[in-house]
């Protein structure tokens, strides 16, 4: 058994999975909603777009979920607070849904997607 003294700062961080780019993470989400009969929106460049809309838009049926991905570490802008709050009572409502998600949370994104 390794003791956590035994090994240096960077052989510690070598035995930790590597981090998911945003872009692997919005890649996985994708192939996964898509897997379950999700059709999906995102804007592919979003510098002429309002700052801070969640990063996917996903319809199935009578659902629509609004995503937003982060990394593990990532946070969450003011703008993006800003339409997370927005987006609020429509899900109080029961009208839409809205997360964010992270990649250690794939089998909850994997469920909720189902």
Known sequence: MIEQGDLTVAEYRDLLPPAVSHKAWQRTVL??????????????????????????????LDRLVFAELKSETGKITPAQQEWLDILEPLVQEGKIEVYVWRPSQFEEVATILR
């Open 31 to 60: 192939a996964t909603a898509r897997q379950f009969g999700w059709k999906p929106y995102w804007t592919w460049y979003s510098v002429h777009s309002p700052a801070g809309f969640p990063d996917l838009v996903l319809v199935r």
